[in-house]
């Protein structure tokens, strides 16, 4: 068995890594392609929130001279300040030119309402459905806020008024996430990325082998060979099974590489995926490799061509998703009875290695056990449907 | 040698193959000869145990195909209907897969290789992907690959299926070389000329059953024919399948 085994698994290694296309699919685009792809979407997404909080918002203020300490204030508190004269039309047109400007005008009683400590209002024009306007505005009218409680409590204070007074109450945000917690989080669906890649890694190799075999006509004449049909389908599982361990050391890896271009610290955020995790990430999805290459077989054994095997085993990706998917949805925690479902299993151990939780050694065993069992399970009732007269379509 | 006895399958309501009875000698190159699904393929089928019976025996050299399918296959070459090869490996690779399958390795498989790739006239394209080849070389290596284990019985199921003349000519002298080697050759066919030029012994199907069997010269004599297509017609009762 194990002679007839290996003879199959090196057989359709060799048949698939000749075949170009595949090796593009299979160890390209899934495994290194996607997870650069996702980290370049999180960054873009990461460098636009950094900048709206750090960087300093242009304003143009016309009639300055109306209130000269109101936009000294302004400037102080980090805002770019130009000074401007015009009329109210002057000022809509300047907006029509310039979409994302954002325009203070200080009225000429500013300075005496202000003095007499009633209301000075200033009119910010701005246009609403521009959202750099609509970033630059709320960092104006939070600099004016800013300003405002100020003077404010100043003048509680010369009236011999405690400020606190007007505070009845106030909120204390308290962030209990440790900062590798906050971008697991937000990583969250790299577990994901990480379990679809694998699969994918050895999607094209699973349907050659039995659907794609049948279909060129090269499956009977292996029929009758003297070898038991369970082992030549073994051999198959074996060879997908290879394949998927590739691409996950390759996925591994590539997360691991591109994680460092994100600007997590920034954030107090630190993802956790040096190369001690790429290795007990490889160890802990590995099992799951079996499963995924027996279920894409057996699918694919029902199936009597290359096409429809893809499409039915473009539905098997979405399996794996499923308990993934209802645990998040519930937000169910992490417990040693969770470890059974292979692909949750393995999402929870790769959350908790990218978060630098203890995980206890149990749960690893747990969710390897499973996997091989389910695994083989699944690869004896390939052996099963192979010995049907009918896989011969 | 093949001895066949009162083979019968259905597919559901369809009886394929219904009571056939037949002997293959050594030696010798028998012809299944019928319309197209006259049950000539399922009956190669169960005798190269990838379809049961479902009544009926069958053995080759003795060894009974339903009762221990892994010996039948160790002495039997198969080429089935459409028969075809895997596209990315070479010839050689595509030949030695199957000796290795077959337990052969080292040196003994290497030194069979070749001389199937020399006796089939292979060498020309032998280390070339066989993604690129003609239908005609594709059967050459699918039978090499058939032939790679030395099996004293052979079972070729439409075999000029798709050649051309040329490829036809080089396949036919194959099947008589390997005749005067000894070999017990067994193929179908629905061409009654390919019958006629090759076959000792030809077993007439049609419907599942066989209608009529004997050399050609005993053929024509039983339908008082002067060529095997008058007995031909005459034995299944019209000119179905002729071409």
């Known amino acids: 068995m194990i002679s007839t085994l290996r003879i199959v698994m090196q057989k359709e290694l060799r048949e698939s890594l000749r075949d170009r296309r595949t090796l593009v699919n299979s160890l390209l685009i899934g495994p290194v392609v996607a997870p650069l792809f996702f980290i370049l979407i999180l960054k873009l997404a990461l460098a636009r929130s950094v900048s709206t909080e750090d960087e300093s918002a242009p304003v143009t203020v016309v009639n300055a001279l109306a209130a000269p300490n109101f936009v000294q204030q302004l400037r102080e508190r980090g805002l770019e300040v130009s000074l401007r004269e015009g009329s109210e039309a002057d000022i809509r047109r300047w907006i029509g030119d310039q979409k994302d400007l954002v325009v203070l005008y200080v009225p000429p009683a500013f300075g005496e309402r202000f003095t007499e400590g009633k209301p000075a209002a200033v009119q910010m024009y701005a246009d609403g459905s521009n959202s750099e306007a609509g970033k630059h505005g709320a960092r104006v009218r939070q600099a004016i806020a800013g300003y405002s409680a100020l003077v404010g409590s100043l003048r509680l204070q010369a009236r011999g008024v405690s400020p606190t007074i007007v505070q009845p109450v106030v909120i204390d945000d308290i962030d209990v996430s440790t900062p590798s917690a906050r971008a697991t989080l937000m990583l969250g669906m790299l577990s994901y990325v990480i379990l679809l890649a694998t699969l994918m890694g050895g999607l094209h190799l699973a349907i050659d082998a039995t659907a794609g075999e049948r279909e060129r006509g090269s499956l009977e004449s292996l029929l009758t060979l003297p070898v038991v049909r369970e082992h030549l389908i073994y051999g198959k599982i074996a060879a997908t099974t290879v394949m998927m361990l590739v691409s996950l050391a390759l996925v591994a890896t590539s997360v691991s590489f591109s994680l460092k271009a994100l600007p997590l610290e920034t954030f107090g955020m630190t993802a956790n995926f040096g190369p001690g995790v790429v290795w007990r990430v490889f160890l802990a999805v590995a099992p799951f490799a079996l499963v995924a290459a027996s279920i894409l077989t057996v699918v694919a054994s029902f199936t009597r061509t290359y096409k429809e095997a893809q499409s039915w085993l473009g539905l098997v990706l979405i399996v794996p998703t499923v308990p993934i998917a209802i645990a998040s949805v519930l937000d169910i925690a992490p417990r040693a009875t969770l470890m059974l479902v292979p692909s949750l299993s393995q999402h929870l151990l790769i959350q908790g290695l990218m978060r630098g939780e203890p995980l206890p050694v149990a749960w690893a065993l747990l969710a390897t056990v499973s996997c091989l069992v389910l695994g083989l399970a699944l690869a004896w009732l390939a052996g099963r449907l192979y010995r049907r007269e009918a896989i011969l379509g | ?243």
């Open chain 2, 1 to 243: 040698m093949i001895r066949v006895e009162g083979l019968s399958r259905s597919f559901g309501a369809v009886r394929a193959v219904d009571g056939v009875a037949f002997e293959a000698g050594d030696g010798r190159i028998t012809g299944l000869l019928g319309p197209n699904g006259a049950g000539k393929s399922t009956t190669l089928r169960v005798l190269y145990t990838v379809l049961r019976p479902d009544s009926g025996t069958a053995s080759i050299d003795g060894v009974d195909v339903v009762g221990d399918p892994l010996a039948t296959r160790r002495c039997i070459g198969v080429l089935p209907h459409g028969a075809n090869i895997y596209p990315q490996l070479t010839a050689r690779e595509n030949i030695a897969y199957f000796g290795r399958l077959h337990g052969l390795e080292g040196a003994a498989l290497d030194e069979r290789v070749e001389s199937l790739v020399g006796e089939l006239d292979i060498g020309g394209y032998a280390n070339r992907r066989a993604k690129g080849y003609s239908q005609g070389e594709r059967i050459k290596v699918a039978l090499a690959r058939a032939l790679v284990h030395a099996p004293k019985n052979l079972l070729l199921d439409e075999p000029t299926n798709g050649l051309d003349v040329m490829a036809t000519r080089a396949l036919r002298a194959l099947i008589l070389r390997l005749r005067a080697a000894g070999h017990c050759i067994l193929f179908s066919s629905h061409v009654m000329q390919e019958v006629a030029a090759l076959c000792d012994d030809i077993v007439i199907v049609d419907k599942g059953r066989v209608v009529a069997a004997g050399t050609p010269g005993a053929l024509k004599a039983q339908f008082k024919s002067e060529t095997l297509e008058d007995a031909f017609v005459a034995a299944i009762g019209d000119a179905r399948g002729l071409e």
